[in-house]
């Protein structure tokens, strides 16, 4: 018994010896010229996803229970370093929400959301409706996810559910269009 655990000890020491500690690096001397201090290079990604009629390309946010926005489209493209990443969907449908409940569902050929921002924006031709029966139709609309609020340009028209029919160039709003400043 003596023997053998004298045996793998020895066996232990020969493995050790066959493997060298590798070479210590030599410190810079004051004469060499200082090195720049690099800074890693953050990984950037680009992802890109298509979806089919029966299973869209899906993306919600939430906050605290709450989801903020849901988003459907055919496609997409993502590019950016994590957390900063800038994301352009085609044919879009986005469905916002309020705290109180109320809806707006937009529809446009694109849509950006940008992480960084903390904004979706919807461009190239906006049609909208919201939960009580508002439409709204304008060029580009941005959503600025901090405040739930909107603002959109490009020949804007706002039509409620009885008829009404305002125009404009520009407006800022609430998601139910009820608190509404038009240019």
Not at 40 to 67: E, S, Y
Not at 68 to 93: I, T
Not at 150 to 178: C, E, M, Q, W
Request: with cysteine.
């Amino acid at each position: 018994m003596r023997a053998a655990a004298a045996t793998s000890v020895a066996w232990l020491l020969v493995a050790a010896g066959c493997n060298p500690q590798a070479p210590k690096t030599a410190p810079a001397s004051s004469n060499s010229p200082a090195k720049a201090q690099g800074t890693a290079t953050p990984l950037v990604l680009k992802i890109t996803g298509r979806g089919t009629a029966q299973r869209p390309v899906h993306l919600f946010k939430q906050t605290h229970n709450r989801v903020d926005y849901d988003l459907l489209a055919s496609s997409y493209q993502s590019e950016g370093p994590q957390g900063d990443q800038r994301a352009v969907f085609q044919n879009a449908r986005v469905t916002f929400h309020d705290r109180k409940g109320a809806t707006f569902a937009a529809n446009a050929p694109q849509a950006v959301v940008d992480q960084s921002a903390d904004t979706v924006t919807l461009l190239n031709g906006v049609h909208a409706r919201t939960s009580s029966g508002m439409t709204l139709e304008c060029t580009q609309l941005v959503y600025q996810r901090a405040t739930g609020m909107l603002h959109g340009n490009g020949n804007v028209v706002v039509t409620d559910p009885k008829g009404f029919r305002a125009t404009g160039s520009s407006f800022d709003s609430d998601i139910s269009l009820t608190h509404m400043r038009m240019q």
